[in-house]
Nanobody
Framework: QVRLVESGGGLVQAGDSLRLSCVAS????????MGWFRQAPGKEQEFVAT???????YYAGPVKGRFTISRDNADNTVYLQMNSLKPEDTARYYC?????????????????????WGQGTQVTVSS
């Protein structure tokens, strides 16, 4: 059974940093694009960042320059380093993985492009 488990969320103040982790189990995702999405109460799901199997990255405009996505294929883990957090970053953050291997530089930024999802971790940023 494939599982994605996020951790690292919490309550922080504006300007602080957090590092989210997503550990995958049940299969390897070293050949698969991984991504982070978020959803705030009353709002639609929002793309945050994605990383290809080769390590190429792409970010949503609101987080570019502040967030960094990375992966450790040996540990089947993807990370999201979040710096200079703002109250508008408050949301539940979800890790996602594509089911099929992909060695292209295509950046997948929509939810339906991903096949596996974690349960999410809450990030709350106070002003």
């Amino acid at each position: 059974q494939v599982r994605l488990v996020e951790s690292g969320g919490g309550l922080v103040q504006a300007g602080d940093s957090l590092r989210l982790s997503c550990v995958a189990s049940g299969r390897t995702f070293k050949s698969n694009t991984m991504g982070w999405f978020r959803q705030a109460p009353g709002k639609e799901q929002e793309f945050v960042a994605t990383i290809t199997s080769a390590g190429n990255t792409y970010y949503a405009g609101p987080v570019k320059g502040r967030f960094t996505i990375s992966r450790d294929n040996a540990d089947n883990t993807v990370y999201l380093q979040m710096n200079s957090l703002k109250p508008e970053d408050t949301a539940r953050y979800y890790c996602a993985a594509r089911g099929s291997g992909d060695f292209s530089r295509t950046y997948y930024t929509t939810g339906p492009s991903y096949d596996y999802w974690g349960q999410g971790t809450q990030v709350t940023v106070s002003s």
